[in-house]
């Protein structure tokens, strides 16, 4: 048995996982299963929420780019020039490792588009904000980093998990990123450069919207969830526009996604026949030649 907060209980069963939860009211039931899971000999529980537990998260509206050494260079020259046409700064460069976690050989969270990991030794979640393929390059996600935000929309504890062998770790990579700060059309944006420990390199731009949906009467006027969410997909549109950053084809892969890709292939086809990756996107192979200890920024 993993003991989560006194509010969730739960365990993991050879089938996926099992929650024993106690009577709360009101529940609020988060996410159901991803179709096809069940071919997988797995499944994902429904997770209900308590009242107490239900807390305003953030959504990250966000968009990566192909990220060449000459782009670094171009998009740090112009964020720090000072006859840019919109406000910006240097936030910070710093360097982090990241460990992702998942139920062993039957994947039960990735295949379900569910990001465990573990940044700095911190737990960290990111869910989809909707069910359903992404409808564009973009992608919105809520991020998770309270423990008990994380316990009741698992219904149980990675702690637990990871100590009984629920859980194992299936990535890590290490990363040098360059924050930028751009305050654009009204709107905030967070620019970070990446350059991962395997010779990757990929850029994003990102807004956070306030998830209002499910508040109490003091957001009643608050714009809606999806409304916000369009206006910050447009924003970002409209900046890569600006900086000369090439629309995608196809979703442009993110670090996790490459690693898995590279050295995950049987993991990576089950993430693509289940429509979490596309096998069709952006990013270019000859990223597999750069040289991991080039400073571009």
């Known amino acids: 048995m993993l003991v989560c907060s006194p509010a969730t209980r739960c365990s993991l069963s050879s089938n996926g996982l099992r929650s024993n939860q106690r009577t709360l009211s009101p529940p609020k039931r988060l996410y159901s299963a991803r179709p096809g899971a069940d071919a997988l000999q797995h499944r994902l529980a429904l997770v209900h929420t308590p009242a ?23 998009l740090v020259t112009v964020l720090e020039s000072e006859t840019r046409p919109f406000e910006a700064r240097r936030l910070r460069s710093t ?45 919105t996600y809520r991020e998770l980093e309270q423990l008990a935000e994380l316990e009741a929309t698992l219904g149980w504890c990675p702690d637990a998990a990871l100590r009984d062998g629920h859980i194992q770790p299936f990535a890590q990579i290490a990363t040098e990123r360059d924050t930028f700060q751009v305050t654009y059309r009204g709107h905030v944006l967070r620019i970070d450069l990446d350059r991962a420990d395997f010779g990757y390199a990929v850029g994003e ?14 957001l009643k006027n ?76």
């Open 95 to 139: 360097r982090f490792t990241d460990v992702y976690y998942d139920t062993p050989a039957t994947w039960a969270l990735t295949l379900r588009d569910w990001w465990l990991r573990q940044r700095q030794a911190q737990w960290q979640l990111k869910v989809p904000w909707r069910d359903g393929p992404r409808a564009s390059a973009l992608d």
């Open 222 to 297: 608050a714009p809606s969830t999806a409304v916000a969410v369009s206006s910050a997909e447009q924003t970002i549109r409209l900046f890569a526009k600006e900086m000369d950053i090439a629309e995608p084809a196809a979703a442009v892969r993110g670090k996790l996604a490459e690693y898995i890709r590279r050295f995950r292939p049987e993991h990576y086809a089950a993430l693509v026949r289940h429509h979490i990756l596309d096998a069709g996107d952006a990013s270019p192979d000859n990223q597999l030649d750069l040289n991991p200890d080039e400073n571009v920024l």
């Open 205 to 218: 731009i990102e807004a956070l919207v306030k998830d209002n949906e499910g508040e109490h009467d003091a």
């Open 52 to 74: 107490a537990l239900i807390m305003t998260v953030n959504i990250e509206v966000e968009r990566k780019f192909v990220l060449s050494p000459e782009l670094a260079r171009r």
